[in-house]
């Protein structure tokens, strides 16, 4: 009733420990991506610390910046 056609695809390896674990044969944007992986929690990580250290004093400056945007909603500009 239905004609299919089995073609085989190509299937884009997402874990590739393995081939990480070959650093020579593994080729320019393979390795830019391994770097990527390994840094990202360190990212995280500064995020994570900038965000606790500061964020009070983040939410009081949108807090300010709310309340004149409040202020001078009824205002007409020229």
């Given at each position: 009733m239905f004609?299919?056609?089995?073609?085989?695809?190509?299937?884009?390896?997402?874990?590739?420990w393995r081939e990480y674990l070959n650093w020579e044969k593994?080729?320019?944007?393979?390795?830019?991506?391994?770097?990527?992986a390994c840094l990202f929690p360190f990212l995280v990580y500064v995020v994570y610390v900038f965000l606790f250290k500061y964020s009070m004093a983040i939410l009081i400056m949108i807090g300010i910046y709310f309340l004149v945007r409040f202020k001078n909603r009824n205002k007409l500009n020229k």
């Open positions: 004609n299919r056609n089995y073609k085989e695809r190509k299937m884009k390896k997402i874990f590739q593994m080729n320019s944007t393979q390795k830019i991506n391994f770097k990527r």
